[in-house]
């Protein structure tokens, strides 16, 4: 068997501390794999570690994060040669998408040279990097006279989309999006989705979707991981997590996630508020909050068990399945 | 009958444009012809996107933008074309909700004193009696910040994004208004709070009649709170109803569209929504 496009294995990032704060475990022991064309969504509250584990991946971290455990990207572990091991990997291979585009292009470029400057060194000639662009205008929805113009004279959706292009500009297998479409109107969002659920099809290119967004993460992608104070508490198929969610975390999220049609007295509000990532708990990082917790969830930190789901969940007491009657 | 609460008029607003090519003054129609009632006690979402309009009808209500034709009335009142004094006075009773709890409250001042300005600013209490203290920690322990004497006493850094959205709506809540105007009010906070704060709104409309006009992109919480749905589309009211109508029977093009595209979390087959 092949082995998976990128493999994550007990990934854990710390920052330094930079004055008197305390080092901060940002990333705790986080382990999932993609292969080719899958569609992993990660989900969770600000500040559960979904960013921080796309830029660990990419080498883009600040200068105090230490980076430790193994990712490897078509079975090359590529940690093993330090930071420039992910450097290598930015455009080839893995792409980035982020939240705002603006901020991603550069506003004194047309964006045809921005799109020819993403693209492999070597190669082609002048009209073949030309043709190209035109091509991954039209890959993206948008016609060939965009190349001559500024990012300032295009819309936020048009924006995203020449973010895509010039991500695919590289050729890659796997796209990182990091709330990629958070600021685009919903009519705009539900476009740049289905452009990417077109990409993830047509160019089997696998995509990890960073978002607090559920319903937009449940629709796009096959496979759903729960990110809690910097763990990877609940994976699995995004179906039968919505269905039967084993952590309490995930059960929460989604009661808390209003469903077009759905009125008020079905919302509920998750009580309490994360953990400083500076705290060493000893037991599980949403015992707190949770409405499940007993006694050993407070001193015994759950590991990842295999979950009737087909994925897994990290949790002493996971949600029963008799309980949906 | 009695007039409504709030009444806005086949309001119009412009903004100046000005092009650097062009001598001739220019305007953006930004608010094009709307007309909106509230009474007592709803609860009225604006819904559209980016551009069109909402924020700028928001403003209008306090006089942020001033309208180019049509008329805003607060309890039959006339609110448009008032001095600013007169006009401050009226409002009182209006209160806005702000969209980002981590930028609208001034870092330097305390919980207490962020809450107890708009008590000076209206002149309600006096100074060295308590009294404004007091109604201060009431308003706080009303907004689920309690006991107040763990809060009055911090400074917006030192609390989470839901706390300081309940700071802002407690200094809106602490002149007791009858209409409260919230313009993305939870967008800037996590889902897990969002519930929280809507919860908080609905309770003061329900405990003390309080109107709530909330502006916001986000079509599911609007239908999951509110009573009436006002949806728009490049300045114009393209269509409003009771929720359940506009939800469940858009009959205009571009509802159709906004709800059919809206991501469902419990539809049986997962998939994109085609675009024609």
């Known amino acids: 068997m092949n082995p998976p496009l990128l493999e994550v294995a007990g990934l854990d990032v710390f920052y330094a501390p930079l004055d008197e704060e305390p080092r901060r475990h940002i990333v705790r022991d986080v382990s999932f794999s993609v292969s080719t064309g899958q569609r992993l ?9 979904k960013s921080t584990t796309l830029y660990a991946l990419l080498g883009l971290l600040p200068g105090n994060a230490e980076i430790s455990g193994r990712i490897a990207f078509e079975g090359v572990d590529v940690l093993a040669a330090g930071h420039s091991g992910l450097v290598a990997l930015r455009g080839h291979g893995i792409a980035l998408v982020t939240q705002s585009a603006m901020n991603a292009l550069n506003p004194v470029h047309r964006i045809g040279r921005q799109l020819r400057e993403a693209m492999p060194s070597g190669g082609r000639g002048r009209a073949a990097r030309r043709a190209r662009v035109d091509e991954l205008l039209d890959r993206v929805g948008l016609p060939p006279s965009v190349a001559r113009r500024y990012p300032h004279e295009l819309s936020g959706g048009m924006r995203q989309r020449v973010a895509i292009a010039i991500a695919l500009a590289s050729e890659p297998k796997l796209l990182l999006a990091d709330e990629a479409t958070t600021a685009l109107d919903t009519v705009v969002q539900a476009r740049v989705v ?25 629709q796009l992608c096959d496979t759903l991981a729960t990110m809690y104070a910097g763990r990877i508490v609940e994976l699995g198929p995004t179906e039968q997590i919505r269905d039967e969610p084993q952590h309490p975390y995930t059960r929460l999220l989604f009661e808390a996630t209003p469903d077009l049609g759905e009125r008020k007295e079905h919302l509920r509000s998750i009580p309490g508020a994360p953990p400083p990532l500076s705290d060493v708990l000893p037991g599980c990082s949403f015992e707190p909050r949770c409405p499940r917790a007993v006694e050993g969830c407070r001193v015994r930190n759950p590991a990842v068990e295999p979950a009737s789901h087909g994925g897994e969940v990290a949790c002493l007491r996971p949600e029963r399945v008799e309980a949906h009657g | 009958m009695s007039a409504p609460l709030l009444a806005i008029r086949e309001a119009r607003i412009e903004y100046p444009v000005r092009k650097a090519s062009s001598l001739r003054r220019r305007t953006q129609r930004a608010v094009d012809d709307v007309s909106l009632e509230l009474g007592a006690g709803e609860f009225v979402a604006i819904v559209g996107e980016s551009g069109s309009g909402k924020t700028s009808l928001a403003n209008a209500i306090f006089g942020l933008v001033p309208l180019a034709a049509g008329e805003i009335s607060l309890r039959g009142e006339r609110i448009d074309h008032l001095s600013a004094r007169r006009a401050r006075r009226l409002r009182r009773g209006a209160q806005m909700v702000l969209q980002d709890p981590y930028d609208s409250l001034d870092p330097t001042l305390t919980v207490a004193e962020i809450v107890a300005e708009p008590l000076i600013v209206y002149g309600i209490g006096s100074r060295g009696d308590g009294s404004r203290e007091r109604l201060v920690d009431e308003v706080l322990e009303s907004v ?23 700071v802002g709506i407690a200094a809106c809540l602490v002149v007791t208004p009858d209409l409260l105007v919230a313009d993305e009010p939870v967008s800037m906070l996590d889902v897990s709070v969002r519930a929280g704060i809507l919860d908080l709104l609905d309770r003061q409309r329900q405990e003390s009649e309080t109107a709530i006009l909330m502006i916001t992109h986000d079509l599911p919480t609007a239908a999951a709170y509110c009573d009436r749905m006002v949806v728009m589309k490049d300045g114009a009211v393209v269509e409003q109803g009771p929720v359940a109508q506009v939800v469940e029977n858009p009959r205009d093009p571009y509802t159709v569209e906004l709800m059919r595209v809206t991501p469902r979390l419990r539809q049986e087959t997962r998939g994109v929504a085609r675009m024609p």
């Open chain 1, 41 to 49: 969504g990660l989900v969770g509250e600000s500040g559960a570690g």
């Open chain 2, 144 to 166: 689920g910040l309690s006991p107040a004497t763990d809060f009055r006493d911090r400074h917006p850094h030192q609390l989470s994004g839901g706390q300081r959205q309940r």
């Open chain 1, 194 to 218: 289905e452009l990417l659920h077109e990409l993830c099809t047509e160019l089997d290119l696998a995509i990890v979707f960073a978002s607090h967004h559920l319903a937009l993460v449940a």
